[in-house]
T-cell receptor
Framework: DAMVIQNPRYQVTQFGKPVTLSCSQT?????MYWYQQKSSQAPKLLFH???????NEADTPDNFQSRRPNTSFCFLDIRSPGLGDAAMYLC?????????????FGPGTRLTVL | DQQVKQNSPSLSVQEGRISILNCDYT??????FLWYKKYPAEGPTFLIS?????DKNEDGRFTVFLNKSAKHLSLHIVPSQPGDSAVYFC???????????FGKGTRLSVIA
């Protein structure tokens, strides 16, 4: 029944070692988002895809990249993780853009950087 | 520079009483507001929303009030139940294809 699935749920990586987080959806939604949430902080939008159109937030570091090979899947690549990148990464989807479209979140991937 | 502020990190309420969670915003362009609820080990789930053309929206035990002049909204849960214990995020968006802006969340504990 899960609609937005994130794998893995927990990821440990070493400082500087590239890591990829995965998100898939069964909702057939046009939009997929990646958020970063640090402890006791608000979820922060990194980027989103509307279909194949990629939209990067202005303050998202270049270290973070994303791929969306098809409607169902979206990946977050962190090229050289630093200690400051340890966080919960949330994937979300919505049918369309705009704040009135409900976003459906996955359970998140907690990233630890050693 | 936080555009959406939830100044209370936590709140404890007795079962059966009213829970009031507050949210303030600074961007006068925001015209749509949402509350999300998050249980541990799960992603946030949509709870209730309100458009700026309204000042109240009700859904069962949950009511959201919007005071545009004060740039303040609140979520009322009555009566509170132990299953309502979660982190509640306030979020806002402006017209057009603008992203949601989230607050830091308030952890609600409903004590039986």
């Amino acid at each position: 029944d899960a609609m937005v699935i994130q794998n893995p749920r927990y990821q440990v990586t070493q400082f500087g070692k590239p890591v990829t987080l995965s998100c898939s959806q069964t909702l057939n939604h046009n939009v997929m988002y990646w958020y970063q949430q640090k402890s006791s902080q608000a979820p922060k939008l990194l980027f989103h895809y509307y279909d194949k159109d990629f939209n990067n937030e202005a303050d998202t570091p270049d270290n973070f990249q994303s791929r969306r090979p098809n409607t169902s899947f979206c990946f977050l690549d962190i090229r050289s993780p630093g200690l400051g990148d340890a966080a919960m990464y949330l994937c979300a989807t919505s049918r369309d853009l705009g704040g009135t479209d409900t976003q459906y979140f996955g359970p998140g991937t907690r990233l630890t950087v050693l | 520079d936080q555009q959406v502020k939830q100044n209370s990190p936590s709140l404890s309420v007795q079962e059966g009483r009213i829970s009031i969670l507050n949210c303030d915003y600074t961007n006068s362009m925001f015209d749509y507001f949402l509350w999300y609820k998050k249980y541990p080990a799960e992603g946030p789930t949509f709870l209730i929303s309100i458009s700026s053309i309204k000042d109240k929206n009700e859904d069962g035990r949950f009511t959201v009030f919007l005071n545009k002049s004060a740039k303040h909204l609140s979520l009322h849960i009555v009566p509170s139940q132990p299953g309502d214990s979660a982190v509640y995020f306030c979020a806002a968006s402006a017209a057009g294809n603008t992203p949601l802006v989230f607050g830091k969340g308030t952890r609600l504990s409903v004590i039986a």
